[in-house]
């Protein structure tokens, strides 16, 4: 089949390269002129099974109160009137509730599991280096955090993922330049989790994918897509062209493209930021990625810099660097890791995570014949998106996906 793929993320970027390997011709349209230029760049690089959560949790509502009047906050509302975030907000917090919490929970580390194993396949049948770590350590500054996250490592242990409680002197052993003047309750060590670069992964991919035949279309937006007969039409500045199936993967700008096919979608973007500096003291840096529960960022190491990610912000859809999320990164970053590099003088980033209330990705066919979804990842598309990528393909070539897609499909939303 001749298959197009509109964006050219990490996402996209996985997809083309398993609908290639299944034996489609593939091409990816793709906005700007290189690959994982949005969101896809510049974020914390976790891929994290045990990690991966939904944001929409028990508590979170009452957190996120609290939050707002912290001046280093987690979480920034930008006041707006948009109809669309409000819907957003109430679908969100109908799915706090425990049992919701725990549906979704093991829907994302279902396909987030499937990922690491199939991105570590192809880790090794490429011998890519893409600066990856192993290991993944989640602070908590206190006892009342370690307690906000006791479902979630009841979960890893019923889901078999591998942890580790861990005291603060066995948390310093496995990262000894944390510093001592920060206060640390416990850890929970993810021994077989990981974090690489987003980015690079994907040119590294996209570099595999073209010897295998898939065509690059740089600069250039799809502006509508309209089914026909058998095949789908996509429409290029004026210009028409037709493939037998479309795979939409183009991130916050997915709900847009799906609209005007009478497709609703309930994604929203939500804004992060991330500080990326040179280590200047080897000795002082992060060995691999940790976590940070009390402001939800994340710091990882990435080759011979230092990655500082994190905040949610509602209400803002333009790339303007908000500066209080930069503060909270620089704060995150000294108290932990306070000589491994110069915080202030960092490339701060920001990028919109493609979030879906509830927190699974949506995989999978339309309503409309030959157009497919590849979106809906949020704040952990990296970590699900070589499964992602070859689920898709499984689909678009007619087998059955290796996985059980239940509830991360179009038709939990009815
Ligand atoms: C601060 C921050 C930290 C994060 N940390 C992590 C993490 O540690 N681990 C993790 O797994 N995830 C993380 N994420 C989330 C992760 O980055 C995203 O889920 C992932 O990048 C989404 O990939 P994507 O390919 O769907 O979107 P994108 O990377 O945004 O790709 C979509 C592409 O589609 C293109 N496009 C859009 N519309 C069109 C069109 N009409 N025509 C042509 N092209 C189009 C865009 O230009 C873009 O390149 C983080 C996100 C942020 C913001």
Known sequence: MQVA????????????????????????????????????????????????????????????????????????IKPTMDPVLWRWVRMWLAECELERYRINKERM???????????????????????????????????????????????????????RLVDADEARLIEPALAIHTPLTAGLYLPQDEAGNCPLFTRHLKNIAQTMGVEFHFNSTVDAIEPEHNRVTFRIEERTFRADAVVIAAG??????????????????VKGYSATAFIKNFDQAPLAAVTDESYKVAITRM????????????????????KAALRTLVKVGDDWFPDAANYSSATFWCGARPMLPDGPPLLGATPVKNVFVNIGHGSAGWAMAAGSGKVLADLISGQAPDIDLDGLTLSRYG
């Open 5 to 76: 793929v509109i964006g050219g993320g990490v996402i996209g970027v996985c997809t083309a390269y398993f609908l290639a390997a299944a034996g489609h011709e593939v091409v990816v349209i793709e906005r700007y002129g290189n690959v994982a230029q949005e969101t896809s760049f510049g974020n914390a690089g976790i891929v994290a099974p045990g990690y991966v959560t939904p944001w929409a949790a028990p508590g979170m509502p009452k957190k996120i109160l609290s939050y707002l009047f912290k001046p280093e906050s987690p979480v920034l």
């Open 303 to 322: 080759g011979s810099r230092v990655r500082i990610a994190g905040t949610a912000e509602l209400g803002s859809r333009t790339p303007d660097l908000h």
């Open 252 to 269: 916050v700008e997915s709900a847009q493209l799906l609209e005007p096919l009478g497709i609703h979608i309930p994604l929203y973007p």
């Open 109 to 163: 580390q279902r396909i987030a599991s499937y990922s690491q194993h199939i991105l570590q396949q192809l880790r090794e049948h490429y011998s890519l280096d893409y600066e990856q770590t192993t290991g993944v350590l989640q602070l908590f500054r206190n006892q009342l955090e370690l307690q906000m996250a006791q479902s979630g490592i009841d979960m890893l242990a019923a889901n078999g993922l591998p942890h």
